[in-house]
Each structure stands twice: as structure tokens, then as C-alpha cells.
């Protein structure tokens, strides 16, 4: 009998959770402890994965010079792409007047009471980064502060030139076992996106859809304009087979959707990047970091979101007010990985900047489930590309016809 191919397997378990969701909300809401397994799961492979992969990634990068340049082309690429996702969006929310005319009564602000009082703190960000005891950041999962200390412990291990190469080969074998580890791990994702989905139909429902309904579709279009417009020009600019690469990664972009969860594919995106073409040292450094300062698919939402509210309550917002609010939203979302709730946090400190009511943005809770499932998977479409892209860069990239053929050569051999 044909195994069923896991990318199915995972849609027949977004349905299914759709359909026990919205018949039996006891049972939906039960099934969270599904969800929350396969979470588990996937973040145990991270920290034993993820940091041999940037050391050894690191050891292979020909210099410091190297990755130098190779972290500011990234930070300008990064700042780059995610300023004309926001001003894209923003165009299109002004050609829609998103919002005019909607009722916003009845938003429950109680779940926004401790968010409104967060800030985002730069310093703190930055010291976010620097882990003062790498123990617990790898406990915390804390990425940049794991990439951080990986960049200086593999520029160590290389500067010994062979006399720790013990430590090299036990990272080496460490990485292998979590790669089959994963392997595992990734065979239970239909029932964590089954569990997933039947929580959130069951918890949040579809009630306030109607009112909404402008926002989810504009986010959607907003959305699709940068997978099917932006994505293709830049993977055209720099020669990446931009649909042969979604192909790759098809059903991690499920798991990420019905998972509401970039970090639920963030181990086994490495193997594939790698697979694809990217230099592992390529994929260690740049998807991390990508994961923290360039979430494409949040930068589609925000800014409609805030004009959505304005024009909700009337409140007019002239050129200079959406240019202050294009320069908020560069600014506070490369601090928003290192904070709880943080895209409501970014939301709700622009929209209190302007004067808009947090009963707006309450309402608009209970239907971001929607869109963030599709905001997930763009942003895991978008780092993919960035990397390739900073793999193409460098000439760490190996063409398919290039492996395909050494294999041939070595076959015939």
C-alpha cells in the first residue's frame, strides 16, 4: 500500500481539526495538549540542533572579513524587503479605505491590560542578545543570544586550527543524531496541527468574522502580493527557482500554517536549505537571524491593521502621520522576537501613539488566528528566500544540475 504523503496527511488533519473544532468545542479545546506535545517535541530538537550547525557553519566561512559581510548584507536586506512589505500595505489599505464604516463595539480589553503597560526596550533587546549565561539561554531557546555565542566559539575553534578537532567531531555527530532525531519528530505533525487547529476553532470561533471580514481579505491579498509579486522578483534577481523552492518546503509551510508557529519548522527548514543548495554555514547563521528581524508576513498586517482602527473611529491620518508610522513599525519589529505577545505589543504602542481606543484592537484579537496562520507561513517563505539569497551571494550555493551531476560522476565511477 502508497504511504500517504505527509504533506496530506497534515491537510486531512487541518480539516478534520476544522470540522471537531467547530462541532464539539469540549473536545477542541481538549485537543490543545496535542497541539502543545508536538511544540514540545519540535523545540527540543533546537538548541542540540541548531548550535553544533552554527559552530561548524562558522568553522567553514574562509574569514571574519567573510562574516562581516555577509551579517550586514543580511541586516540590509532584511530592513530592506520588510520596508517595502509595510509601504505596500499600506498603499493598498488606503486604495481599499480599509475600515471605514466597521463597528468596533464590544472589544474585551481585559486580555490587553498587561500588554498595553509593556515596552519595548531597546537596551534591553540588545543585552537580550549578549547571554550572560549561555546555560540559560540555551535552556530559554533564546536564538540570537545562542547565534552570538556560536559565532565566537566556532571563530575559537577555527583559530586552533585541528587541536580541538575532538570537539569538531563530536558537534559533527551530535548534529547528525538530531537530524535523525527530528526525522521523528516531524512524523507526529498531523496530529499536533490536528490538535492546533480544533483549540483555535473551538477557543476563538468564527463570530466576529463578518465584522472583520475587510481585514482578513485585504491581509490575504496583502499576502499574496508578496508571494506571488515581491518573492518572485527578488528570487529572479538573484537567480533562485523561487517555486522549485516553495516545492521543498510545501509541507513545513503546512505545519506552519495550521501551527500558528514559525519556531514549529525552524530545525527541519535547516535540513532542507541545506538539501536545497545553501552552505550549512550559510543556513546557521542567516535563518536565525531572519527569525528575529524579518518577519515578512507581520509587516503585510501591521500597518492596514492600524489604518483599518483609524478609519474605524474616524480618525484621519494624514501623509506625515502613515510616514511616522511606516518609521514606527521598521523601528519596533526587529525588538519584537524578545517580547511576549509582541506583535500586539508593536500594534498596540503605534495605535496608542496615534490616540486610537484599545477596544478596537481587542476585537481584533479574536480573528488574528485567522490571519496569522497565513502571516506564519509567509514569514517562513521569507526567510527561506533570504537565505538562498545570501547563499547566492556569497557562492555558497550548489545548483541541483551540480549535484545531480557529481552523484552521476561518482556513480559511473
Known sequence: MKKIPLWLQIAIALVLGLIIGSVNKKIGTES???????????KMTIVPL??????LGITQIKSAKSLGRLSIKAIVYFEVVTTLIII????LANLTHIGVGADLSGGNTEALNSIASKKIDFREFILHIIPSNIFVAFSEGNLLAIVYFGVFFGLALRSLKGKAQAIEDVLEALSKVMFKVLDYVIKFSPVGVFGSIAYSVATYGFDKLSTLLDLILLTYAGLAIVLLIIFPIIARIYRVRYF?????IKDLLLIAFTTRSSESVFAPLTARLERYGANNSVVSFILPLGYSFNLDGGMVYMAPAVLFLANAYGIHLSVMDQIHIVLLLVLLTKGIAAVPSGAIVVLTGVSVAIGLPLEGIALLMAVDFIMDMARTATNVVGNALATVVMAKSEGMFREKETITSNQDTAAGA
Open 32 to 42: 490543545k495538549i496535542l497541539g502543545d506535545a508536538f511544540m514540545h517535541m519540535i
Open 88 to 91: 505596500m500595505s499600506l498603499v
Open 244 to 248: 522549485e523552492l516553495i516545492s521543498e
Open 50 to 55: 541548531i548550535f553544533p550547525l552554527i559552530v
